[in-house]
């Protein structure tokens, strides 16, 4: 099963925030894309979204995931 391209453009956006260092628009789109994963599984269902769902995040590489991450924890102050 392939990413569809909405969350594949999302996920090109959000890598190349990284890459640049704008983590305020990488933390925005990841949360995007989340919110694009959960509005599909209203839609189509968690079964089918949740695969979906790992494929798009395995674009991702561990330092992009962490990075992002870590960043939307210490902006909500974790």
Not at 15 to 21: G, I, L, Q, S, V
């Given at each position: 099963m392939a990413v569809r391209i909405e969350l594949l453009d999302e996920v090109v956006i959000a890598?190349?925030?990284?890459?640049?260092?704008c983590m305020e628009q990488a933390g925005k789109v990841w949360e995007e894309i989340h919110d694009m994963i959960e509005e599909l599984e209203n839609?189509?269902?968690?079964?089918?979204?949740?695969?979906?769902?790992?494929?798009?995040?395995?674009?991702?590489?561990?330092?992009?995931?962490?990075?992002?991450?870590?960043?939307?924890?210490?902006?909500?102050?974790?």
């Open positions: 890598k190349r925030c990284f890459k640049n260092n839609t189509e269902g968690k079964e089918k979204v949740m695969h979906e769902y790992h494929q798009t995040m395995s674009l991702f590489t561990d330092d992009e995931v962490f990075g992002i991450t870590d960043y939307l924890k210490k902006k909500a102050g974790c």
